[in-house]
């Protein structure tokens, strides 16, 4: 079993920063895509970034340009920076780790964007 502990959600005004962190613990494998979703209440979770152990990512086009992801390997380790926030990124951000057998989610971390 693995378990993903996000980290750095706050409050922020509209144009700031913020960088979110995803550690892995438990057992040990290949984790193949990493990545971060989002959910707002009333509405279903979206992807907003993803990358493989390559190094490829993509991104959910309303954030293009504004976040960036990264990872490394070794500690199965995912980051998202976040920067020009708006006041619609406000959501809970959940950690996504997909390997060979199973996906994985963390427990969520909460970005709230306001003025």
């Known amino acids: 079993q693995v378990q993903l502990v996000e980290s750095g959600g706050d409050s922020v005004q509209p144009g700031g920063s913020l960088r979110l962190s995803c550690a892995t613990s438990g057992s040990t494998f290949v984790i193949n895509d990493m990545g971060w979703y989002r959910q707002t209440p009333g509405k279903e979770r979206e992807l907003v970034a993803l990358?493989?152990?390559?190094?490829?990512?993509n991104y959910a086009e309303s954030v293009k340009g504004r976040f960036s992801i990264s990872r490394e390997n070794a500690e199965n380790t995912v980051y998202l920076q976040m920067n020009s926030l708006r006041l619609e990124d406000t959501a809970v951000y959940y950690c996504y780790a997909r390997g060979a057998l199973a996906t994985f989610w963390g427990q969520g971390t909460q970005v709230t964007v306001s003025s």
């Open positions: 990358i493989n152990r390559g190094g490829v990512s």
